[in-house]
């Protein structure tokens, strides 16, 4: 009897130690690419005015993006979109510079950058890689903006049929499927 209940120990032992490998590993964080286009600009510096023409041309870029962005159904669509509107965006945004009285240069690029977790309205991006349009005003120094292009997350005030996103958890989806 006594080897029976050893048995019966080792083998709780090896099924507590397989649970507690699968839940790490749902844990663990995946390198893995988000279906997220991001929008990103960072201002010249921390001056006050630098800051306040960083929002005029946030303004006027989320102003001018909203009716390519609005209606999009990928990520790689975005960003063809974004490539094919990149002068248009730097062109913007020299207007305004020029208009405010600054003479510093802007570029636009997409490049792959860490974002920390950001919430907007009921979704939460995690902290991670992301593809972003980065737009970087003079020196490129300052505080900067930044929300998703892809789905639209920055321009669902600017038009009425936003898109739902829903989100999905490993965990619940893996209970499911062992319980039903």
């Known amino acids: 009897m006594p080897k029976?209940?050893?048995?019966k120990n080792k083998f709780l032992?090896?099924?507590i130690m397989i649970v507690v490998v699968v839940a790490i590993a749902l844990f663990l964080p995946e390198n893995k690419e988000y279906d997220?286009?991001?929008?990103?600009?960072?201002?010249?510096?921390n001056s006050t005015v630098d800051q306040n023409v960083k929002y005029k041309i946030k303004d006027s870029l989320v102003e001018f993006l909203t009716p390519y962005f609005s209606t999009l159904s990928s990520k790689e669509e975005a960003i063809e979109t974004a490539r094919a509107l990149s002068d248009r965006m730097e062109d913007i945004c020299s207007e305004i510079l020029i208009e405010s009285g600054f003479d510093y240069s802007v570029n636009v690029k997409i490049d792959n950058e860490y974002f920390p977790t950001r919430t907007y309205s009921n979704t939460t991006l995690e902290s991670g890689y992301y593809d972003a349009v980065i737009v970087e005003l003079g020196e490129?120094?300052?505080d900067n903006w930044w929300c998703?292009?892809?789905p639209p997350l920055c321009f669902v005030n600017n038009f009425e049929n936003s898109i739902q996103i829903k989100y999905k958890s490993k965990i619940v989806?893996?209970?499911?499927?062992l319980f039903d």
């Open 140 to 142: 490129a120094e300052g």
């Open 173 to 177: 989806e893996w209970f499911k499927n």
């Open 13 to 15: 032992i090896i099924i």
């Open 4 to 7: 029976i209940k050893n048995m």
């Open 148 to 150: 998703v292009m892809y």
């Open 36 to 45: 997220y286009l991001r929008l990103h600009i960072r201002a010249n510096s």
